[in-house]
């Protein structure tokens, strides 16, 4: 027999977020909102005998990802008339639509990429 969670549902059940469909990374600094009522509201890994494998990697590349993003580019939320291609983010600013910024590398990209 098979159990399918609908991880989407949970993690959107407005019982257990506030403000769920937000971009708000700071919820994860208080500890109690992400584990309050059980602690199984946040499930991007699954859960049980067949939860990813993968998750401490997944965590950590997630993090160096994101860490070198901000420490080799500085960006910038596009204005009208700029005519550079932005990048789209994925989480929705309140209103609903898309925050577009544009990436430019910093000279730390430089010296990173003189490591490599
Ligand atoms: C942010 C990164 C990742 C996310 C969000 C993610 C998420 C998931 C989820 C939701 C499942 C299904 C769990 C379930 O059935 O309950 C899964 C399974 C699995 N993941 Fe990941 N994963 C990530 C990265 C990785 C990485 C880096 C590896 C390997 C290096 C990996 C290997 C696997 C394997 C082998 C399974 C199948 C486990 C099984 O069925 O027993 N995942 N992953």
Redesign the pocket.
């Known amino acids: 027999m098979q159990l399918w969670i609908n991880a989407w549902a949970v993690h959107n059940d407005l019982e257990f977020w506030i403000e769920h469909d937000r971009f708000k990374p700071e919820r994860f600094l208080i500890q109690s909102e992400v584990q309050e009522k059980g602690g199984f509201k946040f499930i ?5 005998r ?6 401490g ?2 965590m950590r590349v ?1 993090a160096l990802s994101l860490g070198t993003l901000i420490q080799c580019f500085d960006g910038e939320e596009v204005k009208e008339d700029q005519s550079q291609v932005p990048v789209k983010t994925s989480p929705k600013k309140a209103e609903g639509k898309h925050a577009e910024i544009i990436f430019q590398s910093r000279e730390a990209l430089a010296k990173v990429l003189a490591q490599l």
């Open positions: 991007p890994f699954g859960l049980g067949r939860l990813c494998p993968g998750e990697l997944g997630m």
